[in-house]
Structure formats: C-alpha cells, structure tokens
C-alpha cells in the first residue's frame, strides 16, 4: 500500500525565513504534485514533477522530486504572510496513474 | 481555464434524508473523483470514475453511492444522511496531458452538516 507522509504537518515560522516541506512515499513512483489549500476554500494545483530531477519555481516556492530517494521537498524562501496555508503533496497510486494519494499536508502559518 | 464547479457551497440536511451532491467539469475530462475532508484525516476519496456509467469504489465508499450519466457530471449520493458525514466534500476531475499529467483541478467543495 502506497503511503505518502508529510512534515511537519504543522509549521509556524516568522516572515523572511527559509523552511522546508518534505513529502516521502513509500512505492516507486514518477511523478508528484503539490497543492496548496487556503482556510475552508478547495485545493489549488501549484506544482507538477514528472521526473527525478525536476525542479519547479515559482515566487517565493521552489518544489523538487528525487524519485530514487522517493522524495520531495516544497521550500519556502523568504516567507511572507500570504503564503499561510495548507500544502499537500500527491503521489499517483499504483493502482492507475489516474488516482492520487495525498499525504496528511501540512499547515503552515506565517507570523509578522 | 478548467473549471469544476459543485451545487452547493453549503449544506444542511437531517439525519435519513437522501443527499444529492452535483459536481459539473467543463473541460472533458474522462476523469471525476469524490474525496471528504475531515480535519487531521486529509483527503480520502470516497468514488471515482473512468468514464460514462464507469465508477470504482475509493477508500471509504460505504455509505455513499455515485452516478455518472453524463461525462461532465459525477453525482454523489448519501442515501441515508448520518452525523458522521457532516464533513467538507470536494469534487476533482483530470485527464491525461503531457504536461501535466493526470493533473486533478478541484471544485469548491460543498460542507455539508447533517443534523
């Protein structure tokens, strides 16, 4: 059974720091996704790996995929507070590349 | 721009009643998922379907049952409401792209209490 987890799954850190996002799963898998869920709104696709090696920028957000060390970070530079909130990752299952398992997602919070 | 909306933003229904959710793609795609989203238990994907009339039961079917009729529309049906369903409900859908993927893009979600 594919198994995606996050950490830390709650994370608060003040504006302008660095901090990282890891998401491992534990099955072989290509390709990874990252969304990103503001308070009671739906999930917003930020980022999509299709390969190890990929690397994907976008502001102030920066994702990876390692797909030998079945890794993947989302690291956050200089962290304001409009990036406060929920980020999942999502490994397609190895039941059909159509489904995704998400990991637990982490809460981020940004403090001024 | 894909876009994926659902019936209702808000929900309230009474214990036994029969709850329809709608979910709406625009986009074609062959791909529709329901997933519920309860805090500290993530995402977990009640139905999904391939195609016209084609659906497959996800982690935590019971209780629910779907339909598909048209290829841009996945229903959800709780046949008989019960409080542990009051919960967020959010409608995906995705096809292949080079690009992207299976890529799924997200409604708005419907929250739905039962009382």
């Known amino acids: 059974e594919l198994k995606v987890e996050q950490n830390p799954l709650f994370l608060s850190m003040q504006e302008g720091k660095n901090y990282t996002i890891y998401c491992n799963y534990s099955?072989?898998?290509?390709?990874l996704y990252w969304y990103r869920q503001d308070p009671g709104k739906s999930l917003e696709s930020l980022f999509v790996?299709?390969?190890?090696?990929a690397v994907k920028q976008e502001g102030r957000l920066m994702a990876s995929l390692d797909t030998k060390a079945r890794l993947s970070t989302l690291h956050i530079t200089a962290a304001v507070h409009d990036l406060s909130a929920t980020y999942f990752c999502?490994?397609?299952?190895?039941?059909?590349?159509?489904?995704?398992?998400f990991g637990q997602g982490t809460r981020l919070t940004i403090n001024p | 721009d894909v876009k994926v909306t659902q019936s209702s933003r808000y929900l309230v229904k009474r214990t036994g009643e029969k709850v329809f959710l709608e979910c709406v793609q625009d986009?074609?795609?062959?791909?529709m998922f329901w997933y519920r989203q309860d805090p500290g238990l993530g995402l977990r994907l009640i139905y999904f379907?391939?195609?016209?009339?084609?659906?497959e039961k996800g982690d935590i079917p019971e209780g629910y049952s779907v339909s598909r009729e048209k290829k841009e529309r996945f229903s959800l049906i709780l046949e008989s409401a019960s409080t542990n369903q009051t919960s967020m409900y959010l409608c995906?859908?995705?096809?292949?792209?080079?690009?992207?993927?299976?890529?799924?893009?997200f409604g708005p979600g419907t929250r739905l209490t039962v009382t």
């Open positions: 379907s391939y195609d016209v009339k084609m659906k």
């Open positions: 995906a859908s995705s096809s292949f792209s080079g690009k992207s993927w299976y890529e799924q893009y």
């Open positions: 099955t072989t898998s290509d390709r």
């Open positions: 790996l299709l390969s190890n090696g």
């Open positions: 999502a490994v397609d299952s190895p039941e059909g590349a159509q489904k995704l398992v």
């Open positions: 986009m074609d795609h062959e791909n």
